[in-house]
C-alpha cells in the first residue's frame, strides 16, 4: 500500500493530540493552594519541594535542585552567613551546595506519583520529596563518625593529668568541632531531623558547650617558663612571652613552679665582613612538660647587616622577635 505525505503528517498530528489527552491535567493535591503541599508532606516527617519543568523529567530535576537549595540556605543561615557578592560567601555557598548533594546521593530522592501537566502554562509541575525517618537511617553511622571522633578527642583531654598537654587537646577537640566536615555534618543532621539528631547526640553537644570552661581552667594551671640562653636584650623571650599570655597560658617567673618550659635555641648566623656584620638568624624553640616534648616550632629571621655589630645583631633579633609574633601558635 502506498502512503502519502499527508498521511503521514495527519497521523502524526493525530498522535500528538492523542498523547495530549492523556496528559494527567488535574491538579494534584499538593498543589491545589500555596499552603497544601505542608499539608500532604507536614514538614515533621518530610522535606518537600515543588518542581517544574517542559517534561515530567525537567520539573523532577528542578524539584531535587530545589530540595539541595533549601538545605543549602538553612546550613548557611544557622551559620549566620550573609548571601552577598562578596567571593567568600559566594565560596561557602558553593561548598555547601556540593556538600548537600553528595549527602542526599546517600538514600535519595524520592517524587510524587501523580504529576500532572498545566496547560495554560505549558509545564509539568511535580514535588520532590525526602522522608525525615527513612533518610535519618542512613545518615545517622555518617554523623556518628564524626561525633566520635570528636568524643574520642574530648575525653582524651578529660583523662589527661597534664596542665598544660591537657588544654592543647582541648585545643585539638575545640578546633574539630568548629572543622567544615564536623560543622557541615552536624547542621545537615539538625536540618535532616531535628528531634533525632537532638535525642541522640545531646551528649556529644553537651561536651562542646563544655569546651571553653575547661580550656580556660587549664590554661590557667598550665604556666610556661621562658628560657633563652644568649638572647639579646631579651627581645626574643619577650615575643615568646607576648605570645602565650596572648593565648591565655600564665608566664612563669622560674622554673620550678611552671607546668611546661619553652626553651629556646638561637643560631645567629653571624658573618664579619670588611663592610660591617652580617647576621642570618634562626631559632628552634622545645616546649615540654615533665611527660616529655610536646612540640617544637623553628622561624628564621630576616637577614641583617650594620657597620656597628650592636646594631646588626639588634636587627637580627628583632627580626626572629617579629616572627615570633607573627607565626608561633600551638597548632599541632
Not at 497521523?11 to 492523556?22: D, E, G, I, Q, V
Not at 500532604?40 to 517544574?52: C, L, T
Request: glycine share 4%.
Amino acid at each position: 500500500m502506498k502512503i502519502n505525505k499527508k498521511q503521514v503528517i495527519t497521523a502524526f498530528f493525530l498522535l500528538l493530540l492523542s498523547s495530549c489527552a492523556t496528559l494527567p491535567t488535574d491538579p494534584a493535591p499538593w498543589d491545589a493552594t500555596p499552603a497544601s503541599i505542608r499539608q500532604v508532606f507536614p514538614d515533621n516527617e518530610y522535606i518537600a519541594q515543588r518542581g517544574r519543568g517542559k517534561t515530567r523529567a525537567a520539573a523532577e530535576a528542578n524539584a531535587a535542585a530545589e530540595i539541595s537549595r533549601f538545605i543549602s540556605s538553612q546550613i548557611s543561615a544557622n551559620r549566620g552567613y550573609r548571601i552577598t557578592t562578596d567571593n567568600v560567601a559566594e565560596t561557602i555557598e558553593t561548598n555547601d551546595e556540593a556538600f548537600v548533594k553528595s549527602q542526599i546521593n546517600l538514600f535519595g530522592i524520592r517524587y510524587a506519583d501523580d504529576a500532572y501537566y498545566r496547560k495554560d502554562l505549558k509545564e509539568w509541575r511535580t514535588v520532590a520529596w525526602i522522608e525525615r525517618n527513612e533518610a535519618w537511617t542512613v545518615y545517622a553511622p555518617r554523623f556518628k563518625q564524626q561525633a566520635d571522633s570528636f568524643a574520642s578527642l574530648f575525653d582524651a583531654a578529660e583523662n589527661e593529668r597534664d596542665q598544660f598537654r591537657r588544654a592543647l587537646r582541648f585545643f585539638a577537640a575545640d578546633d574539630y568541632s568548629k572543622s567544615g566536615d564536623f560543622q557541615n555534618a552536624s547542621l545537615f543532621g539538625q536540618i535532616l531531623h531535628p528531634a533525632r539528631m537532638n535525642a541522640e547526640f545531646e551528649n556529644v553537644r553537651a561536651k562542646i558547650a563544655a569546651i571553653p570552661q575547661r580550656l580556660e581552667s587549664s590554661k590557667r594551671n598550665a604556666s610556661v617558663f621562658i628560657e633563652c640562653p644568649g638572647d639579646f636584650e631579651s627581645l626574643v623571650s619577650n615575643a615568646f612571652s607576648s605570645r602565650f599570655a596572648a593565648l591565655g597560658f600564665p608566664v612563669a617567673n622560674n622554673r620550678s613552679s611552671s607546668s611546661a618550659v619553652c626553651r629556646i635555641t638561637i643560631s645567629e648566623g653571624r658573618q664579619q665582613r670588611d663592610l660591617g656584620v652580617f647576621y642570618h638568624p634562626s631559632l628552634q624553640a622545645v616546649v615540654s612538660t615533665q611527660s616529655g616534648t610536646i612540640f617544637t616550632y623553628s622561624a628564621e629571621g630576616e637577614r641583617a647587616q650594620a657597620v656597628t655589630p650592636d646594631v646588626a645583631k639588634r636587627r637580627a633579633y628583632q627580626s626572629l622577635a617579629d616572627k615570633v609574633r607573627e607565626s608561633f601558635s600551638l597548632d599541632q
